[in-house]
């Protein structure tokens, strides 16, 4: 029997870069298949070639065994190839049913009507085939991420697809969502749907798919069965060579207490208040990380410690002096680093090189600022040697920062703040974007931070991250702090019930980390935690 | 704090109208109205005797009529160009455009005259929607595939109207206001257009897919975009039906006297940016704007009549009435919601 797709010789060359290389693939009816590879490795041109966005300079996709040629996405549409976006391509104010028709309405009164009746019932027939849990009524704009998700997945079913292409299904998930997500897997497949998934997690190829390619630099480095590897294979197999993928921490006695947050309070833009009542303090030497779905207030909290915003309650303090309402420019001065979650928002003025975008922040501060006049010379010398030590492509200063991918940009913004000399690093998401190559530089540079008695609040949406990382870790849920917990033995699943924002039923866990912070970590810090 | 004018239930509004938003305006207005009924026939003697006496008149209907239209015409192209995400303030200009090539058109095919059957006015009728609609085809392509700022290009759009009718006119018939055909549309031409352009328009952009379509090209056009649906067309009939809509109303306001005047700010008077106003006030539904556009026009209809009656007030103030009561309503009742992308770009992938 023909496989459900076949993808045979692909190549495709962009002026200047080839980002496929005679790439074959293939993938069973009823299979669930991952593509696993670096940022820019080609996994998502690749797929774009399959759903017909990008024609192959070389090569020919096969769809049971026929060969096809398409000129747009709507061609694959129409061929059985569905695509879902990792941002959803959803119309916010409209319901469900909506939005799974639009563009296919079912039409009565010779088209002067769209059939509501006729559309809604073939959404709830979808939705109850495949068990999806769907209200057809629903607006999108209130119903949950893993809901939209599944919208996408109805949108595509309904325009008859047989083979769903998701990219990074899961990024936005909670590790609840994601298992329902690994369920509706099952269903589909069970049903002869074949689906070819986008990831650079190793561990969501190993538990979700029966089959795992791995590209690297646009070639197909090999196709396994997922029983068949070991996260570190398949980690050798996306960097090309060995890769240590726990961060190694080490035991360390943290130090002066560099921030306190206390009962903090905070509204985000639209007055509605986002973070609740949140109390920490973070000392020299110690790694605090903060966990949680994105959305729950981090952004708010993390703007009020940082001085972006005005906390409506509660104090900060910083060295031991009180911070909220200061300026930002204050809170740069006094040694505050931050490296911000929307990179390309605050962290880099796009339009701007590498050399004028390595003084931000310090465009006040001797060696840069003189007599006001910058100093151009010592400030591309600030520039290269960021771009050295962080391994920035290109190395090139002149680049303008909206030309380098979201992996460089990324580091370019963490050496940037790094070598600040800050005494506080306010990192989000750190790593977001960033290839697993870099992310294991970055986690050792970020440890070298703390060994040298840095204080580092680090807050991600990544689960092994923060658990490898922190010497204490909270969870955040609708602006409060479900727990706060011992990275080292709290397991998945407790920190995914947290981050849906139940209470863990031993407390014993949560009380002794809460009243207890910053005593006990001499234990927490050597485990090697296996995320 | 919630509206209490939001919750009253009325049973066939409920199903046109679900914003809580132009629910209120609409039951505040008809409150108002009844009451100025009340105490009208009550205290004929009174300032409320008089008021009413003004407000339930024919001729003050037939002139709310005469002046709303234009509004609300504009007002519904306007909605259908901005949900698409084209922001289109060019109205003034297609109102403008479309009132002189109305009257323009009658008096070349002569009055008395027809052609294929079709009565001379009605032939101007339409060269004035003809004239509107090829005038936002310009927009619309200068904005869509040339991507210009939509403001500038709909500033320009009014600009080039304000310039070039006056001085048509005055190629033409020697001056910037037109001689008087000697016919005009009734009242009451006017009246029926408008609500069967509100029902229509409301038919359209509820119940039709290219009501879906629009919605979805100025919320989320990537999403239009991935289902296979251009972008770029379904914005064209948004801003299309602008100029198509905006032409009925500029035509009808000229011929329902018979003249294009052209001095000062021409004829229209600013009713395309009130025509902005309505649909906003509106919140983008046609029922809303229809209500919104009647209330304008009545109480400039009001106000003009409120000056002949002699009270000891300045007219410079009673012409002020209209747009204070707008600036009241707005404060008090709320405000709307853009579309997501309304005034942005889109640019397909491939």
Redesign the interface.
Known sequence: MNPAVHMDGITKRFPGVVANDDVDLAVERGSVHALLGENGAGKTTLMNVLYGLYEPTEGTVFLDGEPQSFDSPRDAIDAGVGMIHQHFMLVDPMTVWENVVLGNEPRTWGGLRVDEAAAREAVVDLSERYGFDVDPDARIEDVSVGVQQRVEILKALYRGADVLIMDEPTAVLTPQEVEDLYDVFEELTDQGKTIIFISHKLGEALSAADDITVLRDGVNVGTVASTDVTREDLAEMMVGREVLMEPATTPQEPGDKVLEVTDVHADDDRGVEAVSGISFELRAGEVFGIAGVDGNGQSQLVEAITGMREPTDGEITYLGEAMAGESRREHIDRGMAFIPEDRQERGLVMSYDLTENGILGSQHDPPFAEDGRLDWRASRDHAESVIEQYDVRPPDADAEAESLSGGNQQKFIVGREFERDPDLVVAMHPTRGVDIGSTEFLHDRLLELRAEGKAVLLVSSKLDEVQGLSDRLAVIHEGEFSGVVDPATVTEEEIGLLMAGETLADDSVEGAAVHDAGTDLGEAGDEEVDA | MRNPLADVSIPVLDDLIKSDYVRSLVVGTVGVLGALLVLGTLFPESVAGDLSGIVFSTSTAASTARLAAPIVLAGLGGIFAEKSGVINIGLEGLLIISAFVSVYVSSVVGIGNAVLGVPAIWVGFLGGIAASTALSLVFGIVCIEFQADQIIAGLAVWLIALGLAPFMSTVFFGGVNTPNLGASVGWKYSAVMVVVATLASW?ALN???FG??L??AG??P???D????SVSKVRHAGVLLSGVLSGVGGSALALSIGQFIGSGETMVQGKGFIAIVAYLFGNYNPIGTLGAGVLFAGLDAVQIRLQQLGYAIPDTLVQTIPYVVVILVLALVGRTRLP?AAGEHYET??
């Open positions: 038919w119940r039709t897919a879906k379509h919605r979805a919320e989320n990537k999403a239009l991935t289902v296979g649906v997501e992938e491939d």
